[in-house]
Protein backbone atom coordinates (compact mmCIF):
# COMPACT_ATOMS: atom_id res chain seq x y z
CA UNK A 1 0.00 0.00 0.00
CA UNK A 2 1.04 3.44 -0.89
CA UNK A 3 2.19 5.65 2.37
CA UNK A 4 0.35 8.71 1.83
CA UNK A 5 -0.36 8.45 -2.07
CA UNK A 6 -3.23 9.83 -3.89
CA UNK A 7 -6.27 9.02 -0.80
CA UNK A 8 -10.02 7.99 -1.67
CA UNK A 9 -12.31 9.45 1.36
CA UNK A 10 -12.30 5.34 2.20
CA UNK A 11 -8.34 5.68 2.74
CA UNK A 12 -8.35 8.98 4.72
CA UNK A 13 -11.22 7.80 7.43
CA UNK A 14 -9.03 4.78 7.68
CA UNK A 15 -5.78 7.15 8.20
CA UNK A 16 -7.86 8.98 10.23
CA UNK A 17 -8.64 6.14 12.32
CA UNK A 18 -5.59 4.35 12.45
CA UNK A 19 -3.17 8.23 13.32
CA UNK A 20 -5.43 10.82 14.43
CA UNK A 21 -8.56 9.94 15.99
CA UNK A 22 -6.97 8.43 19.19
CA UNK A 23 -5.40 11.39 20.15
CA UNK A 24 -6.20 11.06 23.55
CA UNK A 25 -4.96 8.07 23.93
CA UNK A 26 -2.04 8.26 21.82
CA UNK A 27 0.39 9.65 23.15
CA UNK A 28 4.26 9.03 22.37
CA UNK A 29 5.76 8.61 25.12
CA UNK A 30 3.66 9.49 28.75
CA UNK A 31 6.24 8.62 31.14
CA UNK A 32 7.13 12.24 31.80
CA UNK A 33 3.76 13.76 30.80
CA UNK A 34 0.94 12.02 32.27
CA UNK A 35 2.71 12.43 36.04
CA UNK A 36 2.22 16.22 35.56
CA UNK A 37 6.17 16.78 36.09
CA UNK A 38 6.84 18.54 32.92
CA UNK A 39 9.75 20.65 33.58
CA UNK A 40 10.84 18.75 36.73
CA UNK A 41 14.30 19.09 37.23
CA UNK A 42 14.61 16.37 39.48
CA UNK A 43 13.49 13.55 37.17
CA UNK A 44 16.14 12.83 34.05
CA UNK A 45 15.55 16.13 31.99
CA UNK A 46 13.04 15.99 29.73
CA UNK A 47 10.83 18.50 27.67
CA UNK A 48 7.86 17.69 26.97
CA UNK A 49 6.19 19.31 23.46
CA UNK A 50 2.90 19.93 22.75
CA UNK A 51 1.44 19.59 19.44
CA UNK A 52 -1.48 18.48 16.95
CA UNK A 53 -0.11 16.27 14.76
CA UNK A 54 -2.44 16.41 11.91
CA UNK A 55 -0.90 19.58 9.84
CA UNK A 56 1.39 18.25 7.12
CA UNK A 57 4.24 19.16 6.74
CA UNK A 58 4.31 21.04 10.13
CA UNK A 59 3.62 18.03 12.17
CA UNK A 60 1.83 14.81 10.80
CA UNK A 61 1.92 10.76 11.80
CA UNK A 62 3.66 9.21 9.20
CA UNK A 63 4.69 5.24 8.81
CA UNK A 64 8.85 4.87 8.97
CA UNK A 65 9.91 1.24 8.85
CA UNK A 66 7.02 0.54 9.91
CA UNK A 67 6.38 2.39 13.03
CA UNK A 68 3.95 5.17 13.61
CA UNK A 69 6.08 8.25 14.14
CA UNK A 70 5.54 12.23 14.28
CA UNK A 71 7.61 13.62 12.28
CA UNK A 72 7.30 17.52 10.54
CA UNK A 73 9.70 20.80 10.50
CA UNK A 74 8.37 21.83 13.81
CA UNK A 75 9.01 18.34 15.14
CA UNK A 76 12.88 18.62 13.81
CA UNK A 77 12.90 21.97 15.78
CA UNK A 78 12.09 20.81 18.68
CA UNK A 79 14.83 17.99 18.58
CA UNK A 80 16.98 20.93 18.08
CA UNK A 81 15.80 23.04 21.05
CA UNK A 82 15.65 19.74 23.22
CA UNK A 83 19.42 18.66 21.94
CA UNK A 84 20.27 22.11 22.54
CA UNK A 85 19.15 21.75 26.33
CA UNK A 86 20.50 18.58 26.65
CA UNK A 87 16.95 16.93 27.21
CA UNK A 88 14.59 14.17 25.87
CA UNK A 89 12.27 14.96 23.99
CA UNK A 90 8.33 13.69 24.94
CA UNK A 91 5.95 14.55 22.08
CA UNK A 92 2.66 14.70 23.43
CA UNK A 93 -0.15 14.70 20.40
CA UNK A 94 -3.20 16.30 21.43
CA UNK A 95 -6.17 18.75 20.13
CA UNK A 96 -4.44 21.95 18.63
CA UNK A 97 -7.55 24.15 20.43
CA UNK A 98 -5.97 22.56 23.69
CA UNK A 99 -2.58 23.47 24.19
CA UNK A 100 -2.06 26.76 25.57
CA UNK A 101 -4.46 25.22 28.00
CA UNK A 102 -1.99 22.42 28.76
CA UNK A 103 0.83 25.01 28.71
CA UNK A 104 -0.82 26.97 31.28
CA UNK A 105 -1.29 23.73 33.36
CA UNK A 106 2.32 23.03 32.57
CA UNK A 107 1.39 19.27 31.46
CA UNK A 108 3.47 20.57 28.87
CA UNK A 109 6.57 22.84 28.77
CA UNK A 110 6.69 24.31 24.74
CA UNK A 111 4.09 24.37 21.94
CA UNK A 112 4.98 23.60 18.58
CA UNK A 113 2.10 23.25 16.46
CA UNK A 114 2.46 25.89 13.32
CA UNK A 115 1.16 28.43 16.26
CA UNK A 116 0.56 32.23 14.62
CA UNK A 117 1.36 35.07 16.68
CA UNK A 118 -1.64 36.61 18.14
CA UNK A 119 -1.96 39.62 20.82
CA UNK A 120 -4.63 37.27 22.04
CA UNK A 121 -2.35 34.27 22.81
CA UNK A 122 0.67 36.46 23.44
CA UNK A 123 -1.37 37.51 26.46
CA UNK A 124 -2.11 34.12 27.96
CA UNK A 125 1.35 32.55 27.55
CA UNK A 126 5.13 33.41 26.07
CA UNK A 127 5.84 33.71 22.82
CA UNK A 128 8.98 33.14 21.08
CA UNK A 129 10.43 35.43 17.74
CA UNK A 130 8.91 34.08 14.39
CA UNK A 131 10.55 31.18 13.10
CA UNK A 132 8.90 30.68 9.65
CA UNK A 133 5.85 32.84 7.75
CA UNK A 134 3.47 31.51 5.45
CA UNK A 135 0.60 32.87 3.74
CA UNK A 136 -2.98 31.54 3.56
CA UNK A 137 -4.65 29.49 0.67
CA UNK A 138 -8.58 28.65 0.21
CA UNK A 139 -8.69 24.66 -0.54
CA UNK A 140 -12.00 23.95 -2.66
CA UNK A 141 -13.15 20.79 -4.77
CA UNK A 142 -11.79 20.69 -8.47
CA UNK A 143 -15.13 21.93 -10.01
CA UNK A 144 -15.41 24.86 -7.88
CA UNK A 145 -12.05 26.46 -8.39
CA UNK A 146 -12.99 28.91 -10.83
CA UNK A 147 -16.56 29.80 -8.90
CA UNK A 148 -14.22 30.95 -5.73
CA UNK A 149 -10.98 32.55 -7.35
CA UNK A 150 -11.89 35.51 -5.33
CA UNK A 151 -12.43 35.99 -0.82
CA UNK A 152 -15.62 37.78 -1.80
CA UNK A 153 -17.17 34.62 -3.81
CA UNK A 154 -16.66 32.82 -0.62
CA UNK A 155 -19.73 35.17 1.08
CA UNK A 156 -22.59 33.03 2.18
CA UNK A 157 -21.02 29.88 1.47
CA UNK A 158 -20.33 26.79 3.82
CA UNK A 159 -16.67 26.66 5.15
CA UNK A 160 -14.51 24.50 7.17
CA UNK A 161 -11.57 25.54 9.68
CA UNK A 162 -9.85 24.19 12.14
CA UNK A 163 -11.59 24.89 15.60
CA UNK A 164 -9.24 27.78 17.86
CA UNK A 165 -7.01 28.59 15.17
CA UNK A 166 -6.76 31.78 13.00
CA UNK A 167 -8.56 30.76 10.49
CA UNK A 168 -11.68 30.32 12.45
CA UNK A 169 -11.19 34.20 12.77
CA UNK A 170 -10.89 35.03 9.36
CA UNK A 171 -13.63 32.51 8.37
CA UNK A 172 -15.81 34.82 11.10
CA UNK A 173 -15.18 38.01 8.86
CA UNK A 174 -16.55 36.69 5.71
CA UNK A 175 -19.82 37.59 5.36
CA UNK A 176 -23.12 35.18 5.84
CA UNK A 177 -20.45 32.15 5.63
CA UNK A 178 -21.54 29.35 7.81
CA UNK A 179 -18.67 28.02 9.68
CA UNK A 180 -18.05 24.17 10.47
CA UNK A 181 -15.23 24.29 13.26
CA UNK A 182 -13.21 20.58 13.54
CA UNK A 183 -10.79 19.46 15.37
CA UNK A 184 -8.60 17.81 13.07
CA UNK A 185 -7.64 19.04 9.52
CA UNK A 186 -8.35 15.62 8.05
CA UNK A 187 -11.89 15.73 9.40
CA UNK A 188 -12.60 19.10 7.08
CA UNK A 189 -10.76 17.56 4.32
CA UNK A 190 -13.32 14.98 4.32
CA UNK A 191 -16.20 17.32 4.98
CA UNK A 192 -14.75 19.04 1.58
CA UNK A 193 -14.85 15.26 -0.18
CA UNK A 194 -18.28 15.00 1.01
CA UNK A 195 -19.89 18.70 -0.32
CA UNK A 196 -20.68 19.39 3.90
CA UNK A 197 -18.68 22.14 2.91
CA UNK A 198 -17.78 24.01 -0.05
CA UNK A 199 -14.26 25.46 1.22
CA UNK A 200 -11.47 25.67 3.65
CA UNK A 201 -8.94 28.17 4.89
CA UNK A 202 -5.61 26.92 5.64
CA UNK A 203 -1.37 27.70 5.80
CA UNK A 204 -0.43 27.56 2.40
CA UNK A 205 1.76 24.57 2.98
CA UNK A 206 -0.99 22.72 4.40
CA UNK A 207 -2.83 23.23 1.72
CA UNK A 208 -0.15 22.50 -0.78
CA UNK A 209 0.47 18.97 1.14
CA UNK A 210 -3.77 18.21 0.98
CA UNK A 211 -3.96 18.92 -2.37
CA UNK A 212 -1.32 16.86 -3.62
CA UNK A 213 -2.45 13.38 -1.44
CA UNK A 214 -6.20 14.23 -1.69
CA UNK A 215 -7.73 13.21 -5.30
CA UNK A 216 -10.36 16.10 -5.75
CA UNK A 217 -9.05 19.24 -4.39
CA UNK A 218 -7.39 22.12 -5.41
CA UNK A 219 -5.83 26.16 -4.02
CA UNK A 220 -8.03 28.61 -5.69
CA UNK A 221 -6.62 32.10 -6.55
CA UNK A 222 -8.32 33.49 -3.33
CA UNK A 223 -5.92 35.38 -0.88
CA UNK A 224 -7.42 35.43 2.70
CA UNK A 225 -5.94 38.59 4.23
CA UNK A 226 -4.29 38.04 7.39
CA UNK A 227 -2.25 40.84 9.86
CA UNK A 228 0.68 38.35 11.11
CA UNK A 229 1.14 35.11 9.82
CA UNK A 230 4.67 34.10 11.69
CA UNK A 231 4.68 31.53 13.48
CA UNK A 232 5.70 31.14 17.25
CA UNK A 233 6.79 28.81 19.64
CA UNK A 234 5.28 28.78 23.21
CA UNK A 235 5.96 28.47 26.74
CA UNK A 236 4.16 28.65 29.85
CA UNK A 237 4.16 32.76 30.97
CA UNK A 238 6.69 33.78 32.72
CA UNK A 239 9.20 30.53 32.13
CA UNK A 240 12.27 32.87 30.85
CA UNK A 241 15.12 30.60 31.10
CA UNK A 242 12.96 28.29 28.82
CA UNK A 243 11.87 31.14 26.11
CA UNK A 244 15.39 32.38 25.85
CA UNK A 245 16.62 29.27 25.14
CA UNK A 246 14.31 28.89 22.70
CA UNK A 247 15.00 31.96 21.13
CA UNK A 248 18.96 30.81 21.25
CA UNK A 249 17.97 27.41 19.42
CA UNK A 250 15.72 29.44 16.84
CA UNK A 251 18.42 32.13 16.00
CA UNK A 252 20.94 29.45 15.24
CA UNK A 253 18.79 27.38 13.15
CA UNK A 254 18.12 30.43 11.40
CA UNK A 255 21.63 31.66 10.62
CA UNK A 256 22.73 28.20 9.42
CA UNK A 257 19.70 28.18 7.15
CA UNK A 258 18.19 24.81 8.94
CA UNK A 259 14.49 25.88 9.11
CA UNK A 260 14.22 26.36 5.80
CA UNK A 261 16.06 23.02 5.24
CA UNK A 262 14.18 21.29 7.30
CA UNK A 263 10.51 23.03 5.62
CA UNK A 264 11.66 21.39 2.25
CA UNK A 265 12.17 17.85 3.93
CA UNK A 266 8.97 17.30 5.56
CA UNK A 267 7.14 18.97 2.53
CA UNK A 268 8.74 15.82 0.60
CA UNK A 269 7.97 13.77 3.40
CA UNK A 270 4.24 14.69 3.49
CA UNK A 271 4.01 14.11 -0.26
CA UNK A 272 6.13 11.43 -0.80
CA UNK A 273 4.34 8.09 -2.19
N1 LIG B 1 -1.59 28.75 12.23
C1 LIG B 1 -2.91 28.54 12.70
C2 LIG B 1 -3.09 29.07 14.09
O1 LIG B 1 -2.18 29.33 14.79
C3 LIG B 1 -3.31 27.07 12.67
C4 LIG B 1 -2.37 26.16 13.36
C5 LIG B 1 -2.90 24.75 13.46
N2 LIG B 1 -1.87 23.86 13.90
C6 LIG B 1 -2.01 22.51 13.94
N3 LIG B 1 -1.00 21.78 14.29
N4 LIG B 1 -3.16 21.98 13.65
O2 LIG B 1 -4.18 29.27 14.51
Given at each position: MKKWGKLSLGMLIAVGLMTGCGTNNNDDNKNAASNGN??????AKTLTLGT??????YEFHKMIDGKDTIVGFDIEIAKDIAADMGAELVIRDLPFDSLLNELSSGRVDIVISGLSYTPKRAEAVGLSDVYFKAEQAVVVREADKDKF???????NTKIGIQTGSIQEEIAKEIEGAKLTSLTKMTEIVMQLQSNRVDASIMEGPVAESFVKNVKGLVITDAKPVVEDDGYVIGVKKGNKELLDQVNTTLKRLTADGKIEEYVSAASDLSISK
Open positions: AGSETASAEFPPATMDALK
